[in-house]
């Protein structure tokens, strides 16, 4: 099971390195990164496989979520599935 | 492979343009709970419901948070209650308290199926339930009720029209205190759909299955922003936009609840394809039509922009779903949609505008507040107007009036959160229907009905 990490911001240093820790705390394995800048806001999509983390979903979200609010940036988890649905047919 | 602007679009979605999935409601059947002994009868149906049920908030919220797309309203709808009315005879208004109760111990938003068939005549039960839903709806917050007086199959049942104008005005009156709320869970259907997830005319058919999950999605703020990217294409880009909007929309309906589905080990039923506008800013069906070059909703070319929008919201969902049904399409209800409450104060949306319009999107004249002084027979006849533009276009049509008791010309509503508020719309109080309505007997079911 595969999860999209979703980081939007202004950008600073180390959000990836920030991220990254956090996700290896949880034993979430980082299979893609991507950053862009849109519209002047720091854009960063990582893809992390979430078979082997050492929490529920829901406590990985919680975590990120509390660093976004830390670092001030948006964080999203998200499930995937959402994406394929909406986006492939 | 994802896709990063899928994915960003994707988030910018959710978190600017209010896209959310507005409902899943799990549909129970009653059937098997009916017995002769009213007070044997509301326990059979708190037990079942509430067993049934149990589970529906939490795993809404568990779904919520996996894809981190909010559900705004976790509901049930129910068999008709005149049914089992119909076995267990009494006072309907205890199945009211204890749907109300069942509300409270699985926490659901709304529980809708106080609810009666009617549109060839009334059967045991049907009158007695009728004649009950305004002190029902007085006395409960979270049940709503609806009555089907008309269909393409059977035409109107014009005695049915004449109790409900009476039944909406009571309403209004017995919530006077509380903004005539009880009006505005109350909807007078022709040709209601029987898997409709959205309030306040959900119910669970009688050819539905034993208990199943319909999902109700949203999204007229993703649509208005898709459409600014396009300022000056023409119509047929519009289309196209909204349809391809719409297939990502529904597509997200169809993976909630085919996950709820799987959660609750109840089968899926079907997507509701639908507009479904909040009064938040940024989130009305109105703006989209204004957004289409329109300098306010209910001027001319409202009617074409609106069909042109229903249109595109059908075929773009159509092919996002595996099953659509419900009341799929566009909603325009006046209180909900912060465009069309503006329209309505400043007088450039009228309520014969709004029943044009109802011939092409997907429900009625819903949310409208009128005068308080408006007769029974005047709202009848509302209702009667509405049911033949639903009954001739085989399609169905609505009507949710509040008649603001005790208020002036110029003063508003509040009714908050999604119900919103709205000013009091003029109508033609001061000539009557009163004989037409008082005629009574039955329109009969118009050429469109035989199809066979």
Same mark, same amino acid.
């Given at each position: 099971m595969k999860a999209v990490i979703t980081v939007i911001g202004h950008d600073t240093v180390g959000i990836l390195a920030k991220v990254s820790t956090r996700c290896a705390e949880y034993n979430a394995n980082i299979i893609e990164v991507t950053q862009s800048v849109m519209e002047d806001l720091f854009a960063m999509v990582m893809l992390v496989d $979430?078979?082997? $983390?050492s929490c529920e979903f829901t406590d990985l979200q919680s975590a990120l979520m509390d660093l976004g609010e830390q670092i001030g940036m948006k964080i999203h988890v998200m499930h995937e599935d959402i994406f394929n649905s909406m986006h492939h047919i | 492979m994802l896709n990063t602007k899928d994915i960003l679009e994707t988030v910018h979605m959710i978190d600017a343009e209010n896209l959310d999935i507005r409902t899943i409601t799990m549909g129970i059947s009653l059937l098997d709970c009916a017995d002769s002994d009213i007070d044997i009868s509301c326990r059979k149906v708190y037990d079942k419901v509430c067993r049934l049920? +149990?589970? %529906?908030v939490p795993v809404g919220c568990e779904i919520e948070k996996t894809y981190g797309i909010p559900i705004i309203n976790k509901r049930i709808s129910v068999t008709p209650i005149a049914l089992l009315t119909a076995v267990s005879g009494g006072n309907p208004v205890k199945y009211a308290q204890t749907l109300e109760k069942i509300s409270q111990t699985v926490g659901v938003n709304f529980i809708g199926g106080y609810s009666a068939l009617v549109h060839k005549g009334f059967s045991a039960g049907d009158r007695e339930l009728i004649e009950s839903i305004p002190e029902a709806l007085a006395c409960t917050s979270h049940v709503c009720s609806s009555v089907n007086i008309g269909s393409t199959k059977a035409g109107i049942n014009m005695d049915a029209v004449g109790m409900m104008g009476k039944v909406v005005r009571r309403a209004a009156e017995l919530t006077k205190d509380d903004n005539c709320i009880g009006a505005a869970k109350l909807v007078v259907f022709c040709n209601a759909p029987e898997d409709n997830p959205f309030m306040a005319g959900a119910f669970h058919g009688i050819g539905e299955p034993d208990c199943e999950i319909n999902v109700g999605v949203s999204g007229p703020g993703v649509v208005r922003h898709a459409l600014q990217k396009c300022p000056d294409g023409d119509l047929t880009e519009v289309a196209d936009i909204i349809k391809k909007t719409a297939f990502k929309i529904t597509r997200m309906g169809q993976l909630v609840g085919t996950a709820a589905s799987e959660k609750l080990g109840v089968p899926f039923g079907i997507v509701d394809l639908s507009l479904a506008p909040t009064p938040a800013v940024g989130d009305s069906v109105a703006h989209i039509l204004e957004e289409m070059g329109l300098e306010i909703c209910g001027t001319h070319g409202t009617t074409a922009a609106l069909a042109l929008l229903n249109d595109a919201v059908k075929k773009g969902g159509v092919m996002a779903s595996s099953h659509v049904g419900g009341l799929s399409g566009a909603f325009i209800p006046v209180s909900e949609d912060a465009g069309m409450i503006a329209a309505a104060r400043s007088k450039d949306l009228s309520i014969e505008k709004l029943e044009a319009m109802?011939? #092409?999107c997907s429900v009625g004249l819903d949310m409208i507040i009128i005068p308080g002084d408006t007769p029974a027979s005047t709202i009848s006849a509302i209702i009667a107007d509405e049911a033949a533009i639903g009954m001739v276009n085989s399609?169905?049509?609505? #009507?949710? #009036?509040? !008649?603001?008791?005790?208020?002036? !010309?110029? +003063? +508003?509503? +509040?009714?908050?959160? %999604? %119900?919103?508020?709205?000013p009091i719309m003029k109508l033609h109080n001061d000539r009557s229907s009163e004989k037409f309505i008082s005629r009574g007997g039955r329109i009969p079911a118009p050429m469109q009905a035989l199809k066979n």
């Amino acid at each position: 099971m595969k999860a999209v990490i979703t980081v939007i911001g202004h950008d600073t240093v180390g959000i990836l390195a920030k991220v990254s820790t956090r996700c290896a705390e949880y034993n979430a394995n980082i299979i893609e990164v991507t950053q862009s800048v849109m519209e002047d806001l720091f854009a960063m999509v990582m893809l992390v496989d $979430i078979t082997k $983390i050492s929490c529920e979903f829901t406590d990985l979200q919680s975590a990120l979520m509390d660093l976004g609010e830390q670092i001030g940036m948006k964080i999203h988890v998200m499930h995937e599935d959402i994406f394929n649905s909406m986006h492939h047919i | 492979m994802l896709n990063t602007k899928d994915i960003l679009e994707t988030v910018h979605m959710i978190d600017a343009e209010n896209l959310d999935i507005r409902t899943i409601t799990m549909g129970i059947s009653l059937l098997d709970c009916a017995d002769s002994d009213i007070d044997i009868s509301c326990r059979k149906v708190y037990d079942k419901v509430c067993r049934l049920a +149990e589970r %529906l908030v939490p795993v809404g919220c568990e779904i919520e948070k996996t894809y981190g797309i909010p559900i705004i309203n976790k509901r049930i709808s129910v068999t008709p209650i005149a049914l089992l009315t119909a076995v267990s005879g009494g006072n309907p208004v205890k199945y009211a308290q204890t749907l109300e109760k069942i509300s409270q111990t699985v926490g659901v938003n709304f529980i809708g199926g106080y609810s009666a068939l009617v549109h060839k005549g009334f059967s045991a039960g049907d009158r007695e339930l009728i004649e009950s839903i305004p002190e029902a709806l007085a006395c409960t917050s979270h049940v709503c009720s609806s009555v089907n007086i008309g269909s393409t199959k059977a035409g109107i049942n014009m005695d049915a029209v004449g109790m409900m104008g009476k039944v909406v005005r009571r309403a209004a009156e017995l919530t006077k205190d509380d903004n005539c709320i009880g009006a505005a869970k109350l909807v007078v259907f022709c040709n209601a759909p029987e898997d409709n997830p959205f309030m306040a005319g959900a119910f669970h058919g009688i050819g539905e299955p034993d208990c199943e999950i319909n999902v109700g999605v949203s999204g007229p703020g993703v649509v208005r922003h898709a459409l600014q990217k396009c300022p000056d294409g023409d119509l047929t880009e519009v289309a196209d936009i909204i349809k391809k909007t719409a297939f990502k929309i529904t597509r997200m309906g169809q993976l909630v609840g085919t996950a709820a589905s799987e959660k609750l080990g109840v089968p899926f039923g079907i997507v509701d394809l639908s507009l479904a506008p909040t009064p938040a800013v940024g989130d009305s069906v109105a703006h989209i039509l204004e957004e289409m070059g329109l300098e306010i909703c209910g001027t001319h070319g409202t009617t074409a922009a609106l069909a042109l929008l229903n249109d595109a919201v059908k075929k773009g969902g159509v092919m996002a779903s595996s099953h659509v049904g419900g009341l799929s399409g566009a909603f325009i209800p006046v209180s909900e949609d912060a465009g069309m409450i503006a329209a309505a104060r400043s007088k450039d949306l009228s309520i014969e505008k709004l029943e044009a319009m109802t011939a #092409v999107c997907s429900v009625g004249l819903d949310m409208i507040i009128i005068p308080g002084d408006t007769p029974a027979s005047t709202i009848s006849a509302i209702i009667a107007d509405e049911a033949a533009i639903g009954m001739v276009n085989s399609k169905t049509t609505a #009507v949710r #009036v509040i !008649p603001a008791i005790g208020k002036q !010309p110029g +003063e +508003e509503l +509040e009714f908050g959160g %999604l %119900l919103g508020s709205g000013p009091i719309m003029k109508l033609h109080n001061d000539r009557s229907s009163e004989k037409f309505i008082s005629r009574g007997g039955r329109i009969p079911a118009p050429m469109q009905a035989l199809k066979n």
